[in-house]
């Protein structure tokens, strides 16, 4: 089964600075990864996801994540925090295809981030 | 493109009233649909997920159901609320075979 920790449920950042959510997860197979963001009373909204290939991944917003397997890590980074950056962020994890998983999503408990002027 | 809509955006129940509500999705055919819970300080849970018309698994004991009549239509339902059932509620879709989920805009749900 598949789990995910978010490390930290508040973070808080001055704008322009650096923005760093902590994502570990665990997997009994090579996962899927997934960061979406929530604005206040609305749906969730896709980041970036990594599936195979480049580590490395850029999404939305200037936002990126990198799959590091030996920490069982996807943080997400962002090089400078804007206002509007201000929500709350969800680690997910999905096991691949296939099965009877039908591409369940499971996901950590959120981080919210708050961007001081 | 493919859009997903929820409604109503916002309600309010007694306990102990019947519950509905409704989810569709545009531009897309044959899509795997999902029900999130989201209550305070809880994180997202999933309630249950459907890969075909009538085809429908639930992932946690509760007082909901869920039902899909049509291809793009998923409802969820409860014949009598309780207090515990107030939250935020999610609907999402997916292609088949691929796992990224698209979510609704949501519904908040009140019990009083």
Redesign the interface.
């Known amino acids: 089964a598949q789990s995910v920790t978010q490390l930290g449920s508040h973070v808080s950042v001055s704008e322009g600075a650096l923005v760093l959510l902590r994502c570990n997860y665990s997997s009994s197979v090579p996962p899927?990864l997934?960061w979406?963001v929530q604005y206040p009373?609305?749906?969730?909204?896709?980041l970036l996801?990594y599936?195979t290939g480049a580590t490395l991944v850029k999404g939305i917003n200037g936002f990126e994540a990198e799959f590091k397997k030996s920490e069982t890590s996807f943080h997400l980074t962002k090089p400078s925090a804007h206002m509007s950056d201000a929500a709350e962020y969800?680690c997910a994890v999905?096991d691949?295809?296939g099965g009877t998983s039908?591409?369940?999503?499971t996901?950590?408990?959120?981080t919210i981030l708050t961007v001081h002027p | 493109s493919q859009t997903i809509h929820q409604w109503p955006a916002t309600l309010v129940q007694p306990v102990g009233s019947p519950l509905s509500l409704e989810c569709t999705v545009e531009g897309t055919s044959n899509p795997n649909l999902y029900w999130y819970r989201q209550a305070a300080g809880r994180g997202l849970q999933l309630l249950f997920y459907s890969v075909g018309i009538g085809q429908i698994s639930s992932e946690v004991p509760q007082n909901l159901s869920a039902s899909r009549p049509q291809d793009r239509q998923f409802i969820l339902s409860s014949k009598k609320l309780l207090l515990s059932d107030s939250g935020f509620y999610l609907c999402a879709w997916s292609v088949a075979a691929t796992d990224t989920q698209y979510f609704g805009p949501g519904t908040r749900l009140t019990v009083l």
Do not use: I, R
């Open positions: 899927y997934f979406y009373n609305q749906g969730l909204q896709l996801k599936t969800f999905s691949k295809w039908y591409g369940k999503l996901f950590g408990q959120g």
